[in-house]
């Protein structure tokens, strides 16, 4: 199913992550246990993600406790130089885990988009990304963004994907790192071809196609209205 997808676009195949996200379809798997699968499965994809995007870098040395010299490592781009952005809402609930892989904290810049219903496309609510000029005077030297991780638990039509890629990229960012949990093929394949030499995306699993209403089929549901308990709303 994945042979024919760019060469950007990497679906898990891990047997355990395949198991959990079986777990995560079922109407019957409520929002305690959906947040903890979205939790772990962002994990093992995130895992994968930065274990491919990211290098080791050595930048100093420190004593073992029984007082060995050893080198120290962090990350090759610097953490500093890497953002988590969560799409609000459903994205808040992979920041943790992809946190929690990184050796330091980085900056969480929040984009909020949702899908306008007749069209499906995505309408830009929130943006809280810094604004990043050139150098001046008072910063000769500008820290300039070199990785954004965008975190979405899914890709339906990849219209949200492919907007926040472009608002990074015209923020400045060097290169886009996108984790999910789900997405279509199609999907998948838009959100690879927005900006190709500086985006890898990378997924748990992949699905056919959406129905009318624009959702996965068999998809997770309103992953939002599921962790976030507002069914019905």
């Not at 990229?169 to 790192?177: A, E, S, T, Y």
């Amino acid at each position: 199913m994945t042979a024919d997808l760019p060469k950007n676009a990497h679906v898990s195949s891990h047997p355990c992550l395949q198991a959990k996200l079986s777990q995560l379809r079922s109407a019957s798997t409520g929002c305690r246990d959906a947040q903890t699968l979205v939790h772990e499965i962002a994990l093992m994809v995130g895992y994968e993600a930065l274990g491919a995007g990211l290098s080791a870098k050595q930048d100093g040395t420190d004593k073992s406790p029984l007082g060995y010299p050893y080198p120290t490592s962090t990350t090759s781009p610097s953490p500093s130089t890497i953002s988590l952005v969560p799409i609000l809402r459903s994205g808040l609930s992979m920041v943790p885990a992809l946190s929690s892989l990184l050796p330091s904290p980085v900056p969480i810049h929040h984009l909020g988009m949702y899908r306008e219903k007749s069209t499906l496309q995505p309408v830009e609510y929130y943006n809280n990304l810094p604004y990043h000029s050139s150098a001046t005077p008072s910063n000769p030297n500008p820290v300039l963004p070199e990785l954004a991780i965008i975190v979405d638990p899914v890709i339906a039509t990849g219209a949200t994907a492919c907007a926040a890629i472009d608002t990074l990229k015209d923020w400045g960012v060097k290169r886009i790192i996108v984790v999910a949990v789900l997405a279509t093929k199609e999907g998948l394949r838009k959100a690879c071809e927005e900006w190709e030499e500086g985006v890898s995306v990378w997924v748990g699993g992949c699905d056919e196609d959406v129905d009318e209403r624009g959702m996965i089929k068999p998809g997770l549901g309103d992953i939002g209205d599921r962790l976030f308990l507002t069914l019905g709303k």
